[in-house]
């Protein structure tokens, strides 16, 4: 079986893009992986949280896994600040991690800039951490948005440089996306991603959201000029629609363009309404009905088996290194 790593911050609210891009890989790929996915708490203090909603989300994010069909009998659920390898780790990869690697991301780039004078430390060395994340586990497979690939490339490199110069301890891992989730984008501006933090709620469409606002948002969509319903790279809007509406109804593009050919905005727009929520509204009940109490016991029961995991690695890594 095939050693899967991955999780998601708990920062802002989940949208569609993240469950696509991430979360619904990671369902169909637990049946033929040892899957460990981790709620990345450390990763979201790197920009100020209200400690209240941080912890309310942390519990949030892991019942989203749930609802959304990951099963704890098959995955490793726990939360990152519960097994202190991965802020040791990341201690000791920093220190083989090079300024010039860090200077290059580009998603850094971007947060600092929102972040201005206050930007942390940690928001720099944020990648690092999630090498360590990754390369505790002899992870081989990272199924992620392609928005973290580079950091996955980080991930690489440091497992490559660690092995050189103390010998075979890591696994070089592989970054994994799929084709049309990839890169879900705005809805009010298919140029950029798909975003937790966008200024405007018509940039998504949160796991939350209910059948109305739903319908409401994809209504308001940007769509190209032109009435016809095509699949092509020159109308960013509607390829990006035709994407989700692929994902969330499981029929191609191709399928999608033929069930609407002559038929206007108006009705696609109705159809994807209605698939999306076909999808949200038994996954906010599945959501629902999950306890605080029932969570909590599965994350520290996750917690018990990835911390016997990260320690017996790094065991290892200290007595590469020379620590005592
Ligand atoms: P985060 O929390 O920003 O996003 C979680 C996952 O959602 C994907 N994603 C998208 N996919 C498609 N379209 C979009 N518009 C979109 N927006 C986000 C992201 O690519 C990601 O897979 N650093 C990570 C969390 C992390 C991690 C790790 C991931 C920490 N350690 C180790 C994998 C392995 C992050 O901030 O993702």
Known sequence: MQKLFSGVQPSGNLHIGNYLGAVKQWVALQEQSESILCVEDLHAITVPQDPEVLRKKTLEIAKIYLASGIDPAKSTLFVQSHVSAHSELAWILNTIARMGDLDKMTQ????????????????????VL???????YDTEVVPVGDDQLQHIELARTLARRFNERFGETFVVPEGRIQ???AR?????DPTKKMSKSAPSEYNYISLTDDEETVLRKVKKAVTDSGTDITYS???????????????????????????YEGQGYGA???GLASVISGF????????????????????????????????????????RVGLL
């Open 130 to 136: 999630m090498a360590a994340d990754i390369l505790l």
């Open 179 to 181: 084709k049309e989730g």
């Open 268 to 270: 696609f727009k109705t």
């Open 108 to 127: 850094y780039k971007d947060k600092s800039q929102k972040e201005g004078e206050t930007t942390s430390i940690g928001l720099y060395d944020y990648p």
């Open 233 to 259: 790279d020159d109308r960013p809007g509607l390829k990006n629609l035709i994407n989700i509406y692929s994902l969330f109804g499981d029929k191609t593009p191709d399928e999608i363009v033929t069930m």
């Open 280 to 319: 949200l509204t038994p996954f906010q009940e599945r959501l629902a009905a999950i306890s605080d109490d029932e969570v909590k016991a599965i994350l520290e029961a996750g917690a018990v088996k990835a911390r016997a995991q990260a320690e017996a690695k790094m065991k290892q890594v200290r007595e």
């Open 184 to 188: 879900i984008m705005g809805l009010d």
